[in-house]
């Protein structure tokens, strides 16, 4: 028997639901798909999505240039609010038996509905149709993986980055970090105090979000889990350097942590009016920075010790296994077409979100996309260094622990080393009963 009592309301909903369309834990086929692949009988299939109005011009573009490929094929895209209102209406939706054909996926919760049988493993259509799983980032594919099943494609991907203020550090003589021996010298030349108080912060970090501070746990030679993912490796000294240092750099003010409502935006706005030199963000708010901001905007890799990596964010997109067996063909179609090398930076260039083959680099679109957009450069250099965040069904509850430790540090100052051993218990409790 499964023990999930980590799990909120809507995801046991989720889970109690995906009884109802077989238990097989896991379960992909190794049979080739059923489906017809030339059949051009006439199918509608709904992409349930996430996606902001921002986006839509690229997602209607690229239904209807699909469905001038396979006109016998209708996509009805249905917007289902954000992630967590999407995953709880997909918990309705197989409650009902009635899926969609096509959704997408937050990154951190495909563990879940991957291992609750929910999702269509892919891989008889990639081996069927010979796809080219080279040419995609392999930490991206990794990503929408499970126990080496391919449940889904990257789609809306993004990862952090450090958005920097090119003109003030070329004024200041500075470069972004690369290595943390770096980051003290870095912060000395561009925190500003006055009276005692920072007026100008060297870097922030946002606190709102594990994804933005996972990496830096493992860029400092530890990890979340250990290998067999029952224990978290938190207690371990080496995974604990980053909350060292964080703490250190927040109390001799070089460091603030964005952390509670708003803190997104607020961020945002103090590095717009240059009260903090350099943010870790998304990828995904880079043209949003560039087109706001007074002053040129630079893009760099966030900094490595041990090893340097940074995690996939986003979603991508899946096929239900709940969906009706005429639905399945028209779906693998539709999820190769929106995820091909054709049509990727069209794509990006459209919606914000990053490339996802390494094909497309050195084509001419290619070329000309990152000549307008030359801050996604700092990404492409590090291609390969871009990984899934850590894939546990339980990890989005026990991450809930050691983010609420990062906000005692950032609105109470608290020391978070010792906050993160007094709950070492309580997260390997979480990971134990699932």
Request: proline fraction near 5%; hydrophobic fraction near 35%.
């Amino acid at each position: 028997m499964i023990k999930k009592k980590w799990l909120n309301t809507a995801m046991v909903a989720l889970f109690i639901a995906a009884s109802l369309v077989g238990c097989s834990k896991s379960g992909g086929s190794e049979e080739m798909p059923k489906g017809d692949p030339n059949d051009t009988t006439p199918v509608t299939i709904q992409y349930w999505h996430s996606h902001a109005e921002a986006q839509m011009g690229g997602v209607n573009y690229m239904i209807s240039e699909f469905q001038k490929k396979y006109p016998h094929i209708t996509v009805e895209p249905v917007f289902q609010g954000g992630y967590t209102d999407l995953q709880k209406k997909l918990s309705a939706a197989v409650a009902a038996n009635d899926v969609p054909a096509v959704t997408n996926v937050e990154v951190s919760v495909v563990p879940n509905f991957a291992d609750g049988g929910l999702f269509e493993e892919l891989t008889p259509y990639i081996k069927r149709d010979k796809v080219d799983m080279e040419d995609f980032s392999k930490g991206m594919l990794q990503a929408y993986a499970y126990k080496d099943k391919q449940y889904g494609f990257p789609l809306i991907v993004s990862t952090s980055v450090m958005i920097y203020n090119k003109t003030m550090f070329d004024k200041l003589g500075v470069q972004p970090p690369q290595k943390w021996d770096e980051i003290e010298e870095f912060n000395k030349k561009v925190t500003v105090k006055e009276g005692g108080k920072t007026s100008r912060y060297a870097f922030s970090v946002p606190g709102w979000d594990t994804w933005y501070y996972d990496p830096w746990v493992s860029n400092g030679g530890g990890s979340i889990l250990n290998d067999d993912g029952t224990k978290t490796s938190l207690d371990m000294p080496e995974s604990q350097r980053w909350a060292e240092n964080f703490k250190k750099w927040f109390d001799d003010g070089s460091l603030t942590v964005g952390f509670g409502k708003g803190a997104s935006d607020t961020m945002r706005q103090m590095f717009l009016e240059e009260k903090i030199g350099m943010v870790q963000h998304s990828s995904a708010i880079i043209k949003t920075y560039v087109e706001n901001a007074k002053f040129e905007v630079g893009v760099s890799f966030i900094p490595g010790d041990k090893e340097r990596k940074s995690h996939i964010g986003g979603a991508g997109i899946v096929m239900m296994k709940g969906a009706k067996d005429d639905q399945k063909e028209a779906a693998w179609k539709f999820i190769q077409f929106m995820t091909s090398a054709e049509n990727n930076i069209r794509w990006a260039d459209e919606t914000g979100y990053l490339p996802t083959h390494k094909s497309v680099i050195d084509t001419d679109e290619g070329k000309k996309y990152f000549e307008k957009w030359p801050q996604y450069k700092a990404v492409f250099d590090n291609f390969d260094n871009v990984g899934p965040r850590p894939q546990h069904p339980a990890y989005p509850e026990m991450s809930n622990v050691y983010k609420d430790i990062v906000g005692e540090m950032a609105l109470n100052g608290k020391d978070p080393v010792p906050l993160i051993k007094e709950n070492i218990q309580k997260m390997n409790d979480i990971l134990s009963d699932y």
